[in-house]
């Protein structure tokens, strides 16, 4: 299957481990996997904050690439839940009933990883061995808009000599919220407090997730407190065949 | 137009009245564990009802038919309440119903008054307006009276002394009630508020109350609580005035039975109310000889005219959605500056109150939909927000800084050559801030980050240069 990447603009500049980490597992699936140098951004960070004006171009641009893709596939829940949520409304808003058309056309196309993985190309073993223990953070885009419920961590236990444990107060938000983490400093800290207190909790070296943006707010408080607990993204641990200490680079805390 | 919510207009930004909240011990103690044990609670009831999704829908279509037909059905209220012997006055804004509700009580010639289950007094601050008039509110509801007798603002529309303990409510009882000496108890506690308030009830001739629903076929009002002080305040009053907004109207009796299975174990995690009281009009022999009831717009009607966020006058106030919220969680009511706080005031306050004075609110949320998940009435509060936040957006009251950042970072992500020279740009810039493989210290917004937070620092290379590179290479 040809698979079309779209990776996020802070994952294509932030992270591009995690690119490079679904590039590997859909290969080595025995996929064709293509990126279009045309895709920049989803316009979430706009559109969630209100300048939906300024995200109206970002939508055209994403339709405009990926028009005639079979099957999209995008590491980062957030920016799928913009697509299949707000895409049709902004469209609308836009007046323009073509790019609706368009949008209503290509939403059904776009999957996050692990629903490409275990809805459309029905694996959960993905040969991947990581030794490590690892506790997971479920975005409240995958948990409450994409209802992944229970597939990252279908995949990470196929995982070989991974030892999976459990993320108390899994359902609470980390505290990221996009623009949220800066217009709201306090707030959000102690939010991320909380959810550091349940992740060094369970005593797990790995705290994975779907979505590099709670993980980057929950890597820079596991850092900043110097916890000693990373955070990688669950594609980068289905990479991994090796004994590498954390798969791929980076996301070290 | 005087719309008023309470003292909102005055407030301070969320994120500054939140900083000096979240710094405070005890009162995230108190809301952690309050917030816990209401959330737990209502989890297993809620669980118990098989139709509990179908519940939900129907009390949304209920709403929204009623707000779409609001004009007829509060006609037809007015002529069924009028028709069982009730009066109804309505009143425009909060200054007009206070004008209102003072006239009455003057005019039967009293100077106090008791109380109950009325946030929306709070919304036009009722009391003191009758204060000013010399009139003496007592409020009879604990919770009330303990936010009362502490001088306080409430910080929870279900339970608005959430944010104090049993130690502190026993010091504001000891204080306010001349008592000498008071248990630790919860019993001690209760026994303290039933002494101090019995004596109001058989005393004071004027009750005033809100309104949980009003009937529109049959003029009946409903009135739900736990305590038995609203029973008490409803019926022993010679004079009974119920001050309702406009939205709290259903068409049918039978659409109570929705309602009544939705709100109760959404509100305090119990399958019904202990009191629910139910009366139409005045009976003779029976309760209140004069019955009053005031129809509060407040700019209920404005928040009506947009069809984006009128599912915001759908909420029947059961408080589910602070209880779940992650930012309330660590802050408590007070922060939204507002009687309505958490994720519905984050909604409800800024549509009544005017935009300027309410910016921060929209952004007082970090989007992660416990609220509409939890609410019994399906309210889409982040679909909400997110509306909101255009709002503040297009009518120019985001920050300047902001509005620049948001305009440059839309130019970068316009196309990849952007993008790639951004990222080329920032690698330069991070350089005075990189510490190993992360930055501190960084200036502007971004410094907000870095205060409480680490930053990965931006990589040599990004996705797209490393694809660009394969290329050349072929895959390895």
């Known amino acids: 299957m040809l698979i079309s990447l779209f990776i996020a603009c802070y994952n294509d500049v932030l992270f591009p481990q995690t690119g490079k980490a679904v590039v590997t597992v859909l290969e080595r699936l025995g996929h064709t996997v293509e990126f279009r140098p045309a895709q920049t951004c989803c316009g979430q960070m706009h559109y969630n904050s209100g300048y939906h004006a300024e995200a109206l171009p970002l939508l055209r641009r994403f339709v405009e690439t990926y028009r005639d893709a079979e099957v999209i596939c995008c590491p980062s829940s957030s920016c799928v839940s913009m697509i299949r949520e707000h895409y049709p409304r902004l469209a609308r808003d836009s007046g323009d009933p073509a790019l609706q058309k368009e949008v209503d056309a290509v939403i059904g196309r776009v999957y996050e990883f692990s629903e490409l993985l275990v809805d459309r190309l029905g694996v959960t073993d993905v040969g991947a061995f990581y030794p490590h223990t690892v506790t997971f953070h479920t975005s409240c885009h995958a948990l409450r808009s994409l209802h992944v419920g229970d597939k990252p961590l279908q995949l990470l236990r196929a995982v070989r000599g991974l030892t999976l444990v459990e993320l108390p107060m899994a359902d609470q938000c980390c505290g990221f919220g996009g623009t949220f983490a800066v217009k709201n400093p306090d707030v ?42 990373q955070t990688v993204h669950l594609a980068e641990i289905l990479a991994s065949t090796g004994p590498a200490p954390t798969g791929a680079e980076g996301g070290k805390a | ?171 504001i009882f000891m204080r306010k009630m001349g008592l000498e000496n008071l248990g630790f108890e919860p019993t001690d506690l209760t026994t303290a508020a039933r002494q101090y308030l019995r004596e109001k009830f058989l005393r004071v001739k004027v009750g005033i109350s809100g309104a949980n629903f009003a009937v529109a076929e049959t003029g009946s009002i409903c009135v739900v609580e736990s305590e038995g002080n609203g029973r008490m305040c409803l019926s022993l009053p010679r004079v009974l005035i119920s001050l309702i907004g406009i939205e709290k109207i259903v068409p049918t009796f039978q659409d109570l039975e929705v309602f009544l299975q939705l709100l109760p ?212």
């Not at chain 2, 204060?131 to 009362?148: H, M, N, S, W």
């Not at chain 2, 129809?295 to 915001?312: F, K, P």
């Not at chain 2, 910016?359 to 509409?372: M, N, V």
């Not at chain 2, 990222?423 to 350089?431: G, S, T």
Request: charge should be neutral; hydrophobic fraction near 35%; charged fraction near 25%.
């Open chain 1, 188 to 229: 959000s800290a102690a939010m991320l407090s909380e959810k550091i207190h349940c992740i060094v909790e369970t005593r797990a070296e790995v705290c994975s997730g779907g979505d590099n943006s709670c993980l980057l707010h929950i890597g820079g408080g596991l850092g900043r407190q110097r916890t000693g607990v």
């Open chain 2, 265 to 476: 174990r959404s509100a305090t995690g119990e399958r019904m109310n202990p009191y629910n009281s139910i009366w139409t009009g005045v009976t003779p022999g029976d309760g209140p000889e004069e019955f009053h009831v005031v129809l509060l717009d407040n700019g209920r009607t404005s928040v009506l005219a947009d069809a984006d966020t009128r599912q915001t006058l759908a909420c029947i106030r059961c408080g589910a959605c602070l209880n779940t919220c992650p930012v309330y969680r660590q802050t408590g009511g007070h922060a939204y500056g507002s009687v309505y706080g958490g994720p519905i005031g984050a909604i409800l306050t800024p549509q009544l109150q005017s935009m300027e004075h309410s910016r921060s609110l929209p952004y007082a949320s970090s989007l992660c939909g416990a609220c509409y998940e939890v609410c019994p009435v399906k309210i889409n509060i982040p679909e909400v927000l997110i509306q909101l936040r255009a709002r503040v957006v297009r009518e120019g009251h985001s920050p300047f800084s902001e509005r620049m950042a948001m305009k440059g970072a839309a130019f970068a992500l316009g196309d990849e050559g952007r993008l790639s020279l951004a990222h080329a740009l920032a690698r330069i810039a991070q350089v005075p801030f990189r510490h190993g493989d992360h930055l501190g210290g960084l200036p502007g917004m971004l410094g907000h980050w870095t205060e409480f937070r680490d930053l990965p620092a931006v990589p040599q290379e990004s996705f797209r240069q490393w694809w660009e590179k394969r290329g050349k290479d072929g895959p390895q």
């Open chain 2, 1 to 171: 137009m005087s719309v008023r919510v309470g003292h909102a207009a005055q407030a301070p930004e969320f994120p500054i009245a939140a900083k000096e909240l979240v710094a405070n011990s005890q009162l995230r103690r108190n809301v952690r564990r309050a917030t816990d044990v209401i959330q737990a609670k209502r989890a297993r009831v809620v669980g118990e009802r098989p139709d509990w999704q179908q519940l939900r829908e129907s009390a949304r279509q209920i709403k929204q038919h009623t707000l779409e037909n609001l004009d007829h059905y509060l006609e037809r209220f007015e002529e069924a309440c009028t028709r069982a012997g009730g009066k109804v006055h309505w009143a425009r804004d909060a200054d007009e119903a206070n004008r209102i509700i003072v006239g009455l009580v003057q005019g039967y010639g009293e100077d106090e008054v008791i109380k109950v289950k009325t946030m929306t007094s709070d919304e036009i601050c009722l009391n003191p307006a009758l204060e000013a008039a010399g009139i003496t509110p007592y409020e009879t509801d604990l919770a009330d009276l303990i936010v009362q007798l502490g001088e306080d603002r409430p910080s929870h529309i279900v339970v608005p002394a959430l944010h104090r303990n049993r130690l502190e409510i026993r010091e």
